[in-house]
């Protein structure tokens, strides 16, 4: 099994769009990350865990699923590279290959010498970009086969009758 351990602040803090997104809403661009996590994981079979630093957020350790993706808040006064650190030697097996996403250059070292592997933010963002470009491709392809109605109708009447197909009859 294929796991990427992903540090969701550093994350963050590299890719354009999510940094942008920390100075107005830190909360929505750590949805957005998950978000395009849970894409990512969807798209190449992979777990995923994104680990949040609790010196953000105040409080006791705190693990959920969000989409599909295990996010984990560290314990106050645990870093998120201690928490990777610790789940590299939980998850690490024959059957594993775990994958660390963090531009930080130490932590990469760490992570490569107990086994892992590294995957820079910008390497993760090029891959992602790749990912959402290839989903588009395959939408598009899908809408374009999509059987087309053989009686011609305008916009408004597909519209009235896509409503009372789905049971809005008003």
């Known amino acids: 099994m ?13 890719w354009p769009e999510l ?18 996590m849970a894409e ?24 959920y699923i969000q989409s599909g993706v295990e996010v984990i808040f560290t314990r106050e006064n645990e870093t998120a590279d201690e928490r990777i650190e610790k789940l590299i030697k939980t998850l ?8 660390v996403a963090t531009s930080d250059y130490t932590e990469q070292w760490t992570v490569f010498s107990q086994g892992a592997l590294r995957k820079s933010a910008r390497e993760l963002l090029a891959e992602m970009e790749s990912i959402e470009s290839r989903i588009r491709n395959k939408v598009k392809k899908i809408q374009e086969k999509r059987p087309q109605s053989k009686i011609k109708l305008s916009d408004e009447v597909a ?10 009859l008003e």
């Open 2 to 14: 294929n796991i990427l351990l992903v540090d969701g602040y550093n994350i963050i803090g590299a």
């Open 40 to 63: 990512y994981q969807a798209y190449t079979g992979f777990r995923v865990i994104v680990v949040f630093d609790a010196h953000l957020v105040k409080g006791i350790e705190k693990k």
């Open 19 to 36: 940094e942008a997104l920390k100075n107005d809403n830190l909360e929505h661009a750590r949805d957005l990350l998950i978000q395009k």
């Open 92 to 99: 690490l097996s024959v059957k594993s290959k775990i994958y």
């Open 159 to 168: 519209k009235q009758f896509e409503k009372w197909r789905r049971g809005d």
